[in-house]
């Protein structure tokens, strides 16, 4: 099947649309990839809705607010669709639409991705697969990372182990042994989200660019020794977060350069901590997610863990469409009743599929 998979992440920077060609086991063909950016006021509608998210309770009426910003991120995914399909061309056979997370408590059996699937799928006329991680979460699972079992598609010629990290708002790491072994995933902890908070913070600009403002400072130790007391390091895997359950709070007060630098460490210690969780060291590191566009931030991450890491790019991947991809790829196993997660990836009991079908109401133009 031809699938199309769009991804907008917690970082709110844009749309990623991304064409494979799948048999939900192997990735046979990769197309064509685009990006399309928010406008500032879809991105400060969604950052109002997670806001509200974060004190919601299951059963109460969904916030207007929210509701604006679940109408415009469908007419965002929209118009990013159609400008896409004239450059593409037809012959989609099914769209994963993963939606925009503003809220993800899976220990409270809840996670929240707005986007109206229906209105996509009979704008375009072709099937869409939406709310893959609603089964998960609803399963007892942690609904995330979902990217593992594509990260394990593509790597099945690389000598093993490795691990696929992937550094966009929160980070997530998938560790892929050799021949048919499960892939183990988890949330690492902050990936992008508290450095670009602070670069937006202090600059006006919302991410700290080639690292320059980290490279600018020093790591505080006592700051980042208090940042790395937080029970969610010493929680087991699989194990997964909220975009907000980590503030740069505990940075105030230090200069913008060395809130960066310290903030930068953080997030590097939280990967090299993840590695207690791997059933046996790696050889290497890919990096996927705009992590890997900070040399600042991937310099540090190589001294601390003493292994190569290197973009995705490194091994033929599109480290700017790989989650894109992912739920390309995870629609197309939905559509054909394979896993979507396994218990290695996201602790839910058993493997499982999901993910809600769309099917257009009119027939496809």
């Not at 609904?143 to 992937?166: C, E, F, I, Q, S």
Request: net charge negative; hydrophobic share 45%; charged share 20%.
């Amino acid at each position: 099947m031809k699938a199309l998979g769009l991804m907008s992440g917690t970082s709110l920077d844009g749309i990623d649309l991304a064409v494979i060609e799948t048999d939900g086991e192997r990735v046979v063909a990769l197309g064509p990839v685009t990006t399309v950016a928010h406008l500032p006021a879809t991105r400060a509608a969604c950052r109002e809705a997670s806001r509200l998210a974060a004190d919601w309770r299951n059963g109460d009426p969904v916030p207007a607010a929210v509701a604006d910003a679940e109408a415009r991120i469908t007419e965002a995914h929209r118009l990013a669709i159609h400008h896409f399909l004239d450059q593409a061309g037809a012959g989609i056979d099914v769209i994963g639409f993963h939606g925009q997370t503003i809220m993800h408590r899976p220990g409270a059996g809840l996670t929240w991705q707005i986007g109206d699937g229906q209105a996509l799928a009979d704008e375009f006329g072709i099937d869409v697969v939406g709310q893959m991680r609603l089964a998960d979460v609803g399963a007892g699972g942690q609904g995330a990372p979902l990217a593992p079992l594509y990260h394990r598609a593509l790597a099945r010629d690389l000598a093993g182990p490795v691990a696929v990290l992937n550094l966009g708002g929160v980070g997530n790491v998938t560790w892929i042994g050799e021949g048919e072994a499960e892939p183990v995933a988890f949330d690492t902890g902050p990936g992008n989200a508290l450095i670009d908070d602070w670069a937006l913070q202090h600059t006006g600009v919302p991410v700290d660019r080639d690292g320059a403002l980290a490279a600018a400072g020093r790591v505080h130790h006592d700051v980042l020794s208090a940042m790395m007391d937080h029970p969610f390091f010493d929680q087991p895997a699989p194990k997964s977060l909220d975009r907000d359950d980590f503030t740069p709070a505990p940075a105030r007060g230090l200069s913008a350069a060395d809130g960066a630098a310290t903030l930068t460490a953080f997030t590097v210690e939280t990967v090299a901590m993840a590695g207690r969780h791997f059933p046996a060291p790696v050889t290497r590191m890919l990096v996927t997610g705009g992590g890997r566009l900070n040399p600042v931030l991937m310099a540090m991450l190589e001294r601390r863990l003493g292994v190569p890491v290197e973009p995705v790019e490194a091994v033929g991947w599109r480290g700017d469409s790989l989650e894109a991809e992912a739920f390309g790829f995870l629609a197309v196993r939905s559509r054909m009743g394979l896993p979507l997660s396994v218990p290695g990836t996201t602790g839910v009991p058993r493997p499982l599929t999901g993910g809600q079908l769309f099917r257009p109401r009119r027939m496809s133009r």
